[in-house]
C-alpha cells in the first residue's frame, strides 16, 4: 500500500496470492488495530524520550456509505454517524509532535468504536446522569491516560484538544508535574472563590499583545485578516 499509493487490495497486491493473503489477513477475528498500530506507537516513544512534546487529540468520523453494496447491515463494527451515514465508524487518534524541531514524531495511541444502532437518544439514555466512565467523552481521558504511559520518558507532554474536551474530569485527572492540558473552552465555568465566571473574568484582562491571522472564506463569510487579541490570567 505504502508502493502503491492506493488501499484498494486488488491494486496494491502484485499476485493474486498476494491478494488472497491479504483478504485473510485483514478478514481475520485475531488481527486487532492496537496491535497494527502497536510498532508505530512503540516508535513514537522512543523518539520522544527527552523532548518537550505536543500530543493533540481529535476525533474524525469514518463514512462508508459508499460501500454499502459490499456491507452487513449487521455488521458489528459499523454504526450510524453523526451527519446522518448509515454504515460508519470513528477513529481518535493521538498525534505527538516535537516542539524544537516542529516535526511529527507520530502516533502515541489510536482509538476507534462505532455507535450501536439500537443505543437510543441521550434523553432516553439519560445521559447527563450517568458517569463519565459510561459517556463517549469518556475517550479523551482514556486516550490521554494511554499516551500518558508511551510518552513517560518525554521530558513533557503537552496535550491540546478542541472545546468537546472541555470536560471537567479532564482537569481532574490528566495533568500532573510531568503533564500540561491546553483546551479550548467550551463551558463558561464558575471560578472558585469568586463572583464571576470564567469568561467575564478573562474579558476584564489586559490585552497582553495581539497576532494577526489570516482566515479564509467560507459560506458564512469572505477571506480577511483578523486581529486576535491576547489576554490571560491565572483561575481556579
Not at 479564509?216 to 487579541?229: D, L
Amino acid at each position: 500500500m505504502l508502493d502503491t499509493g492506493t488501499s484498494v487490495l486488488h491494486r496494491s497486491c502484485g499476485s493474486r496470492r498476494e491478494y488472497v493473503g491479504a483478504c485473510r489477513f485483514f478478514n481475520n477475528t485475531k488481527v486487532d488495530y492496537l496491535k497494527i498500530a502497536q510498532p508505530m506507537i512503540v516508535n513514537t516513544a522512543t523518539h520522544a524520550k527527552d523532548k518537550v512534546v505536543l500530543c493533540i487529540q481529535d476525533t474524525t468520523e469514518i463514512s462508508m456509505d459508499k460501500h454499502i453494496g459490499y456491507l452487513e447491515y449487521e455488521d458489528t463494527q459499523l454504526g450510524p454517524t453523526a451527519t446522518d451515514n448509515e454504515f460508519g465508524f470513528y477513529a481518535h487518534p493521538s498525534i505527538v509532535i516535537d516542539t524544537a524541531q516542529e516535526a511529527l514524531l507520530g502516533v502515541s495511541d489510536l482509538y476507534m468504536w462505532n455507535r450501536s444502532r439500537d443505543k437510543g437518544t441521550k434523553a432516553s439514555r439519560k445521559y447527563k446522569q450517568l458517569p463519565i466512565e459510561q459517556k463517549e467523552s469518556y475517550r479523551w481521558i482514556t486516550c490521554a491516560r494511554r499516551s500518558k504511559e508511551v510518552l513517560n520518558q518525554a521530558a513533557r507532554v503537552i496535550f491540546i484538544a478542541d472545546r468537546e474536551c472541555d470536560i471537567y474530569e479532564e482537569f481532574v485527572y490528566v495533568p500532573d508535574d510531568h503533564t500540561d492540558i491546553l483546551i479550548r473552552s467550551r463551558d463558561n465555568r464558575v471560578l472558585f472563590d469568586s463572583d464571576k465566571k470564567l469568561h467575564e473574568t478573562l474579558a476584564e484582562q489586559q490585552e497582553a499583545g495581539r497576532v494577526s491571522l489570516q482566515i479564509r472564506s467560507s459560506k458564512q463569510h469572505h477571506a480577511r485578516q483578523a486581529q486576535i487579541a491576547i489576554k490571560f490570567c491565572t483561575v481556579k
